[in-house]
């Protein structure tokens, strides 16, 4: 499993989403909203075929009076839903041959309290199942 083609996968992803796209954690002083993601944690299923990572997407604003733009960002982020064709993360598959299959679903939607009030925070989890070539 190449993790590095996993990254740049959801990397495009969520840059069609926002411009400020960034692993693990913004430079100081980024304009909001934007997007942190990372692949917290990995383990390969019992007979050997698949690689299971857990996704964190955080998806940042500093509107605490105002959280239309947050939640417009995170449901673009997460999508439809649809079985097929799936316009976010939750549901998407993605193939690249010889390269990268995988498919990604959900797993919760959390509102995450920031020691600054002023600072919004939505956090999707995913999980991403990542088929061994």
Do not use: C
């Not at 942190?36 to 964190?56: A, C, K, R, V």
């Not at 500093?62 to 995170?74: F, I, R, V």
């Not at 009030?117 to 088929?131: C, G, K, M, N």
């Amino acid at each position: 499993m190449n993790v590095i083609e996993l990254k740049k996968m959801i990397y495009a992803f969520l840059k069609t989403k926002t411009e400020r796209v960034f692993p693990e954690m913004a430079p100081p002083n980024t304009t909001y909203p934007f997007i942190t993601y990372g692949l917290s944690t990995s383990f390969t299923d019992p007979n050997q075929h698949m690689e299971i990572f857990t996704l964190e997407v955080d998806i940042w604003d500093n509107k605490p009076l105002d959280t239309t733009a947050l939640e417009t960002l995170t449901g673009t982020v997460d999508g439809d839903g649809a079985m097929t064709a799936a316009s976010g993360l939750h549901r998407k598959h993605y193939y690249v041959s010889g390269t990268l299959r995988t498919d990604v679903y959900r797993d919760t939607r959390l509102e995450i309290d920031d020691p600054d009030p002023a600072i919004r925070r939505r956090q999707l989890r995913y999980t991403i199942y990542t088929y061994l070539q």
